[in-house]
């Protein structure tokens, strides 16, 4: 039981400390404006991933690991949307260093983020496998949203400092440029490694 809990741990903190969209949005937002105006993205990230967790240990886990269909379904479909979000970033970069607001703010409000955790591909594989995981070895529900929202609040608090230790330099327009095309260049990395996996 000790080895399983921490063997779910080791498998949610490396999830959430890796790059990968949730990241990626949390540093433009925290880069652009501090690590305080990211701290609704933090939760909404979070509470979508507990709300995914709660889903999951009612069965929902099962269902999609026994439907092949609908795993893909659900995998390409984000995969898609994330692609559209580092294809947009990266078109409209110089548009975004011109601007008050980069282009990551359409996605970075609590609302936005905890209903974006449905369509994240790499919060699925998580989720469904941390699920998993926790239900083999006999981790209750409570126990692993709980071990959950702590290794991801302190994740994704690392990748906001971050950004926010990122704002000086990226003040000049043409840094700001080459930032936001990075970060859609590391968006689209993600979600092909992503795609690749299934």
Known sequence: MQYAFGAIALLIFVSAITPGPNNLIVLGKATAH???????????IVA???AMIALAQLGLAALVFDNARLFAIIM?????????????LIVHARAAADATL?????AAG?????????????????????????SAAHVGASTL?????????????????LGQAMQRWKRQ??????????????????TLV???GY
Do not use: D, H
Request: proline share 4%.
């Open 34 to 44: 501090g690590a305080k105006a990211a701290a609704p993205a933090v939760f909404g």
């Open 102 to 106: 980069p282009t990551t703010k359409k």
């Open 145 to 161: 949203i709980a071990l959950f929202a702590a290794i991801s609040l302190a994740s994704l608090c690392a990748w906001a400092l």
């Open 194 to 196: 992503l795609a690749l």
């Open 76 to 88: 390409y479909a984000g995969c898609a949307y994330l692609a559209w979000l580092g294809i947009s």
């Open 173 to 190: 327009s043409p840094v700001r440029v080459w930032f936001e095309r990075s970060m859609g260049v590391a968006l689209l990395a993600s």
């Open 48 to 50: 979508g991933g507990a």
């Open 110 to 134: 609590a609302l936005g983020l905890f209903a974006f955790q449905f369509a994240n591909p790499k919060a699925w594989v998580l989720v469904l496998t941390a699920a998993s995981a926790a």
